[in-house]
């Protein structure tokens, strides 16, 4: 008796271009979460609801947390091409795209560049760093925002809209809501990691439509060609 086996390289081998930009969405956020978890749990007296997420880079397992943030931003950016070639744009469609890859490019310069230490002089690292953690979020809320028009219209991606009007509502309320706290928050690190998480689980959950969309794309194409097969 034969029993099917889950073999990965026939899955892989029936991906197209667009089904390999999906899966960079995909692999992206697991990279993050799980170069964060390595670092953190490395280090003993790290703690995850004070201490912020660019604090684990001057750990002595910052690299790893370096490498899951340049990772997911070329990643992002791979994935920002895989919506551009499978939404039907609307207006703002192109700016927000555009923004998303914007966001890619961000998470890269925050992996690239390190944070100062708490106390410790101001660098232009450290300067840089600061600008693009900044920078990214309001990047997100934005470029979401745009795509909003573009999902509601798309009859592939009506099903994404609500949740990325609570996304876009979340990741908006969490960036201008950082204005009106104080500078040397407590709890700071738990702040950061909702912020962060809001942002990478959408990636994550629309990275994972657009596969499917796209392995759905290759099986009717499979199922036409074989149909006009038989009727030659």
């Known amino acids: 008796m034969k029993y099917p086996k889950w073999e990965s390289q026939h899955v892989l081998g029936a ?3 667009h089904g390999i930009l999906a899966l960079a969405g995909v692999v992206g956020p697991f990279v993050l979460v799980l ?3 390595v670092a953190a749990v490395s280090e003993p007296k790290y703690n995850f609801i004070r201490d912020s ?3 684990l880079a001057l750990t002595s397992m910052g690299w790893i947390q370096t490498i899951g943030f340049l990772a997911i931003g070329l990643l992002v950016e791979i994935f920002a091409a895989g919506l ?6 609307r207006r703002g469609f192109r700016l927000g795209i555009g923004l998303l890859a914007c966001f890619g490019f961000g998470l890269l310069l925050i992996g690239a560049f390190r944070t100062d230490p708490v106390g410790g002089l101001h660098t232009i690292e450290g300067t840089i760093h600061g600008a693009a953690a ?4 309001w990047l997100f809320a934005i470029a979401i925002s745009l795509l909003l028009p573009s999902l509601r219209n798309d009859p592939h991606w009506q099903e994404m809209f609500p949740y990325t009007v609570v996304t876009s509502v979340l990741a908006s309320a969490l960036v201008v809501g950082r204005l009106f706290l104080p500078a040397q928050l407590s709890w700071f690190g738990l702040y950061e990691r909702v912020l962060v998480a809001n942002a990478v689980v959408w990636v994550e ?3 994972v439509r657009l596969l499917l969309l796209s392995l759905r794309r290759q099986r009717e194409a499979k199922q ?5 097969a038989q009727s030659i």
């Open 134 to 137: 900044v920078a990214v979020f």
């Open 84 to 89: 551009f070639l499978n939404i039907r744009g």
């Open 205 to 207: 959950v629309v990275a």
């Open 35 to 37: 170069a964060n978890l």
């Open 15 to 17: 991906l197209d271009v």
């Open 224 to 228: 036409t060609d074989h149909v006009s």
């Open 53 to 55: 997420i660019s604090s």
